[in-house]
């Protein structure tokens, strides 16, 4: 009896609990940004709501978390095959599309000061700045990830046999850039 218990045991299906912490974490976030726009969209509703145009500067963040998840795909893949040097190369260009990509936001938030949209203000213009500096915060942590992922890659801790790292960093930059792709069209179209 006690050995069908083991076997009962040993084919049910395990994750490692790293993945699951970042999938825990990911989830978490998407309750985040959902309870936010689920703010937005009710305070909306209660008037007033001071209208603005978004800088034009916030869609080129939409193209740098595009771009950047491609290029973090391609280094998934390429470790998968053992090409190291297209690992590093991908891995170094994601890491520079998320530097990029921070900057590009610093940049937005200085148009929109120029444009008298301010953090301390109207409830719209400080929604605005909440729900992009979270999604900023959050890139933050992606950029410690890639950057761990980078230095692994540099060492060479990431290849065909040890891909859980980066396929985990590739997961949760992936979020990311559709968490950005969201958010930015929600502000965008719910002005």
Known sequence: MDSSINNNEQSQPTIHPVKFLTWLIIVA?????????????VRRGEGNWLQYDIPSIFAYSVVIAILSSFTMQWAYWNAKKDEIKNVKIGVVLTFLLGIAFCINQWMGWQALVANNIYFVGN???SFFYVISGMHLLHMFGGLIFV??????????????????????????????????????FFLLLNR
Do not use: D, Q, R
């Not at 976030?29 to 969209?41: C, G």
């Not at 992922?149 to 790292?165: E, G």
């Not at 980066?166 to 969201?182: E, K, M, P």
């Open 29 to 41: 976030s998407v309750m985040l940004f959902a309870s936010f726009t689920s703010a937005y969209i």
């Open 147 to 184: 950057g761990i992922i980078l230095f692994k890659t540099f060492t060479f801790k990431v290849h065909k046999k040890n891909l859980l790292s980066i396929n985990l960093c590739t997961t949760y930059w992936h979020f990311l850039g559709f968490a950005w792709v969201y958010l930015y």
């Open 123 to 125: 409830p719209s213009e």
